[in-house]
């Protein structure tokens, strides 16, 4: 499991936590990543943030655990 720190600023405040959870498994399809997802009927990603915030409410330190298909993946070349 790797763990990842952003901010949530600006315009994207107005994101809900489940819309910000469904967006991070697509941020790294398009960065070339794959996320582990789950088997099953619905799978879904192993993606998990610390703290929901409430909508409106900015942050300088959300935490992001994730875990990837690929395990060598040298995290310095994540965008």
């Not at 405040?13 to 941020?27: E, Q, W």
């Not at 789950?38 to 915030?53: D, F, K, N, Q």
């Amino acid at each position: 499991m790797h763990r990842l720190l952003f901010e949530k600023t600006g315009r994207g405040v107005y994101i809900s936590h489940l819309d910000t959870m469904a967006l991070f498994p697509r941020v790294f399809l398009r960065a070339g990543l794959h996320v582990k997802f789950t088997r099953g009927m619905s799978p879904h990603a192993y993606v998990s943030i610390a703290l929901p915030l409430s909508v409106g409410t900015s942050s300088q330190c959300e935490l992001l655990d994730f875990t990837l298909e690929e395990e060598n993946v040298p995290l310095e070349t994540l965008p």
